[in-house]
């Protein structure tokens, strides 16, 4: 799965911080598997001891997954920067039409998309520039 690929599902299919969280995890598992079976088998996974352990044998790791932890940076920086990007674009439509909304579970973006009539031409052309 592409770069772009993943950042759409997370942002547009998934919407939520532990969901995307789950998806980059599941990826990063399967690509850094065998490292883990390697370096980390008598780790107990769970809050970050994976990572924190991966961590600590980072000039052992295998290519593909010291790619796949760059990756996973890389997605969680653009996921964030689009967040920050839509709340500018469409603040005054997430307090008019969303304020009341739950976070998570992609709710916010559904709201907004519930009121895309309502959205004004800056919130709709950060919207659209999503899905291009």
Avoid: W
Avoid at 24 to 52: H, I, N, S, W
């Amino acid at each position: 799965m592409n770069k772009k690929s993943l950042l759409l599902l997370l942002v547009l299919g998934l919407g939520g911080a532990a969901a995307a969280q789950d998806t980059l995890l599941e990826y990063v598992t399967e690509e850094c598997q065998a490292d883990l079976d390697k370096f980390c088998a008598e780790v107990t996974p769970g809050e970050g001891r994976l990572m924190y352990c991966a961590a600590a044998y980072q000039d052992q790791l295998s290519g593909q997954c010291k790619g796949a932890l760059a990756n996973a940076a890389l997605l969680m920086a653009d996921l964030s920067n689009t967040i920050a990007v839509v709340a500018e674009a469409c603040e005054t439509e997430l307090m008019t039409h969303c304020a009341d909304v739950e976070v998570g579970e992609g709710r916010v973006l559904q709201c907004l998309d519930d009121h895309e009539a309502e959205l004004g031409a800056e919130c709709n052309e950060v919207l659209d520039q999503l899905v291009e």
